[in-house]
């Protein structure tokens, strides 16, 4: 049995992209995983986001991944909520889902994001440049605030674990998408806080900061330079190729398990070496 028999995790941004690598992952691991995501388009960003057939998908991919590596029989181990990072209750109502479902949270996993830009940062829309701000940034803290009370509800000793997506901008300046480096920085700052808070409790904040990954995102950000397709980030990479999106979720399922019980604050590079 894995040793992850019977945890339970809870995935945003799990429609496609690393969320939905990383509910797979979680899965095949053992885990019983809340898949979640807005399921729908944001009028303020010029295109499109994941949908409740993509969500749906997600959660019937990681069902059968996770009965053939367990012999479940069926048993599901994973289940779709729908909500958007930004509403606080919807939110709520997913970890509720998760306790009443499989009786507690272990993990949480902030894995939505969206971009927006190509344009210097005082040109941008001002609804674009909040949308990134709300989502990237304040989605993060908000999974935080309806999720650590409740890994905090298991007894101890506890394994929780509270997990974001920071991205290789944290630390590199990259024109014409300000807003979403000023959000990931602040990701990886309140992961480096979180920590500090939860010193002592058995549950841990890391974050990972990917690189260039072959994700929606990504070829967002090639329309937005005007390049041909995404392929061409994959030069300033030092690997000389895009990551694949289940190469940050296997980080983030590490980071999840108890191979990373001495690792708190921590924010991991896996991004080619981008950051070299």
């Not at 429609?15 to 303020?44: E, F, H, S």
């Not at 949480?108 to 949308?131: L, M, N, S, T």
């Not at 999720?147 to 905090?152: D, Q, R, S």
């Not at 895009?242 to 940050?248: G, I, K």
């Amino acid at each position: 049995m894995s040793p992850a028999a019977h945890r339970v995790a809870l995935v945003t941004g799990a429609a496609r992209g690393i969320g939905a690598a990383t509910v797979a992952a979680l899965a095949a691991d053992g885990w019983r995983v809340v898949a979640v995501d807005r399921c729908a388009d944001d009028p303020a960003l010029p295109y499109s986001l994941g949908s409740r057939a993509d969500l749906d998908r997600v959660v019937e991919d990681a069902q059968a991944a996770a009965c053939a590596a367990t012999a479940a029989g069926g048993a599901a181990m994973a289940v779709a909520a729908q909500a958007d990072t930004r509403d606080p209750d919807a939110l709520a109502a997913a970890v509720r889902l998760a306790e009443e479902r499989w009786g507690g949270l272990d993990a949480a996993v902030a894995a939505a994001g969206v971009i927006a830009g190509g344009v210097p940062a005082w040109q941008v829309p001002p609804e674009q440049e909040q949308a990134v701000l709300d989502i990237d940034l304040g989605g993060v803290l908000t999974l935080a605030r309806v999720a650590v009370p409740a890994m905090l509800r298991r007894p101890e000793p506890r394994r929780g674990r509270f997990l974001a997506v920071a991205s290789a901008a944290a630390t590199r300046g990259l024109p014409m998408l300000a807003a979403y480096c000023a959000a990931k920085a602040g990701v990886a700052g309140f992961v480096h806080a979180l920590a500090a808070e939860l010193g002592g409790t058995g549950v841990t904040a890391n974050a990972v900061s990917p690189g260039s990954t072959a994700t929606p995102i990504l070829e967002e950000s090639a329309r937005l330079y005007g390049l041909p397709s995404a392929s061409a980030f994959a030069a300033q990479q030092p690997l000389g190729r895009l990551l694949s999106p289940a190469e940050v979720a296997a980080v983030i399922a590490f980071l999840a398990g108890d191979g990373a019980s001495a690792m708190t604050g921590a924010v991991v590079p896996v991004d080619g070496g981008l950051a070299l």
